[in-house]
C-alpha cells in the first residue's frame, strides 16, 4: 500500500476557487457602490449643483465667502479690468485667484493659467490660483506645473466645501445674490431674471417681454 499523500481533488479546487472568485467580484462591487453613495453625500452636501447653476459673479460671491469660512480675508476684484483675478486672498500670503464656473462638458484651458500668472505679477501675489466646478484641459496642467500656479478643480472645490460649515451655502448664494447684467442680443435691452414655473431654475428674460421673447441661462 502507498505511503503518499493523496492528491487534491482538482473538481473540488475548482469549486472552491469559483465560490472565492464569485465572493471577490459580490465584494467589489458592493465596495463600489458604496463609494459611490459616499460621493453623492459628499457632493449633495457641497452644494455642487447649485454651484453649476450660478453665472460667473454669483461664483465669485460664493468663494468668497467659502474662503473667509477658510480662514482668509477675500476681496473681488471689480469685474472689469481685473487683471485675471477675480479674487485676492490676503492672510500668510497673498493669493490671486481667477474663478472659473463652467459646464461639465467645457474644460478649462492653458489661457487660464496663462492669465492668472500674469495677475500674481501685477498684484505682486505670493501665489495664483485658479479654481473651477469643471476640470482642466492637459495643456492647462502642464502649464500650470511649469508655472506653479495652484489648479483646484471640480472634486479639489468640492473637498473645500466639506472641510467647513458654511454660513452661506451654494443653494444661498444661487437664491441671493443676482446675477451680472447682461444685455439682449436680441433687441439690446436689460435681461432680467426669472424664474420657470416648470423646472423652478432662474433663467434670463428679455425686459421686453412680449414683444421681445429671448431668453437664455444664467449658467452660460
Keep these: 500500500m502507498s505511503n503518499l499523500p493523496e492528491m ?50 454669483q461664483f465669485e460671491v460664493y468663494l468668497k465667502a467659502l474662503f473667509r469660512e477658510l480662514g482668509y480675508s477675500p476681496t473681488v476684484t471689480k469685474q472689469s479690468n481685473d487683471f485675471g ?20 462638458k467645457n474644460r478649462v484651458g492653458i489661457s487660464a493659467v496663462q492669465e492668472i500668472y500674469a495677475a500674481q505679477a501685477y498684484y505682486k501675489a505670493h501665489e495664483g490660483w485658479v479654481v ?30 466639506n472641510k467647513i460649515n458654511q454660513e452661506y451655502s451654494a443653494e444661498d448664494v444661487y437664491q441671493g445674490v443676482t446675477p451680472a447684467a447682461r444685455k439682449c442680443p436680441t433687441c439690446k435691452h436689460d435681461l432680467v431674471v426669472r424664474n420657470s414655473n416648470k423646472t423652478g431654475n432662474k433663467f434670463f428674460g428679455c425686459s421686453q417681454y412680449p414683444t421681445c421673447t429671448h431668453t437664455e441661462p444664467i449658467n452660460t
Design 85 to 104: 483675478a477675480d479674487l485676492v486672498l490676503k492672510g500668510k500670503n497673498r493669493i490671486v485667484i481667477q474663478a472659473k464656473r463652467y459646464g461639465m
Design 8 to 57: 487534491p481533488n482538482i473538481l473540488q479546487i475548482l469549486i472552491y476557487g469559483f465560490i472565492l472568485y464569485v465572493l471577490f467580484r459580490i465584494g467589489k462591487f458592493m465596495y463600489r457602490k458604496i463609494q459611490e453613495r459616499r460621493i453623492l453625500k459628499r457632493m449633495a452636501k457641497s452644494g455642487i449643483r447649485y454651484i453649476d447653476k450660478m453665472d460667473g459673479h
Design 132 to 161: 473651477t466646478n469643471s476640470v482642466y484641459t492637459r495643456q492647462a496642467k502642464e502649464l500650470a506645473e511649469a508655472c506653479n500656479v495652484k489648479l483646484i478643480d471640480r472634486v479639489e472645490l468640492q473637498k473645500l466645501i
